[in-house]
């Protein structure tokens, strides 16, 4: 692996499968690698709040004998005391991986390209590689061999759909992508996953309708219609999704027993339903235990 984790498109099909086997045997003994990291020291500098990324990377940190401390937005004023690429300087001389989780993705490019120590994006506004990364894991949990199945997403053309999508297709999973116009991926985007499709050997289509998207699916996936900092757009914004709500009625029409997954938080009764969230085919508590695994493996391979 490279220095840093900022984008899927920094992995390799051989990178991603190596990460999934030592996630794969840090889950099953996660008492195996308890002072791997001892003595190091992981930085979190979180401009948005969050659950499953914060928790999974300081419990994952604690777990491997090293510290965590984090930095919240009232803690720091990213980018506004002072210029990010002196923040990844002085960084760089107290931690020894950080953690950055943000809106602008320049932001996180720009901390890494200063920054003598390694930096995971824990999310952006372009790219969520964690999160996918988990995802494409859980997969491969529940099938074993993952080459050729489908993944149906459903909702908005975000950014943990940018992540995700790169992500299949380098797995050779294919993928049926249901957005509403206004909400696409951006060419550039579907671009890429089109490449990456043709080198993997999967299919990645496109669609506006998302029954079409969902049939013959081995998991339908969605995320929610408004994102942070997105909330002043949200009542503009949810016209669009009409119809695209992932209900019993949408999960019928994929294969049988079709796993539903959902990166989370999920706002019920928006992008999905109570019932489909608490049914026996949904892995979205799976899919969030996983975040930490996955997280430890990501540390342990950037800091060798």
Request: net charge positive; aromatic share 8%; glycine share 6%.
């Amino acid at each position: 692996m490279k220095k840093d984790l900022l984008s899927i498109a920094e992995l390799s099909h051989e990178e991603i499968f190596e990460l999934f086997r030592v996630t794969k045997a840090l889950k099953k003994d996660p008492k195996a690698r308890s002072s791997a990291l001892k003595g190091k020291v992981i930085g979190l500098i979180f401009e948005k709040p969050s659950t499953r990324t914060r928790v999974s990377f300081e419990a994952g940190a604690i777990q491997l004998g090293a510290g965590s401390m984090y930095l919240g937005s009232e803690d720091i004023e990213f980018g506004v005391r002072e210029p990010v690429r002196d923040i990844a300087r002085v960084f760089s001389r107290y931690v020894d991986l950080a953690v950055l989780r943000t809106y602008k993705h320049s932001d996180i490019d720009t901390f890494a390209s200063y920054a003598d120590i390694p930096v995971i994006n824990g999310l952006s506004d372009f790219a969520h590689p964690c999160q996918a990364l988990t995802d494409i894991f859980t997969a491969q949990e529940k099938f074993g061999e993952i080459k050729g199945r489908t993944i149906a997403y459903v909702g908005d053309g975000n950014n943990v759909l940018h992540s995700l999508v790169m992500c299949a297709a380098k797995a050779s999973m294919n993928m049926h992508i249901a957005t509403p116009k206004k909400y696409s991926l951006t060419k550039e985007s579907v671009a890429q996953a089109l490449k990456l499709a043709r080198k993997h050997g999967c299919k990645i289509n496109f669609y506006n309708d998302p029954k079409l998207a969902v049939k013959g699916a081995d998991i339908i996936y969605t995320d929610v219609w408004v994102s942070m900092g997105q909330e002043s757009q949200a009542k503009k914004k949810i016209t669009h999704f009409k119809g695209f709500q992932v209900n019993s009625k949408l999960m019928s029409l994929a294969k049988k027993g079709a796993f539903f997954m959902h990166c989370l938080p999920a706002h019920r009764g928006e992008e999905t339903t109570d019932e489909v969230m608490e049914s026996v085919n949904s892995i979205v508590f799976d899919q969030a235990e996983n975040r930490l695994h996955v997280a430890k493996a990501i540390m342990l391979k950037l800091l060798k």
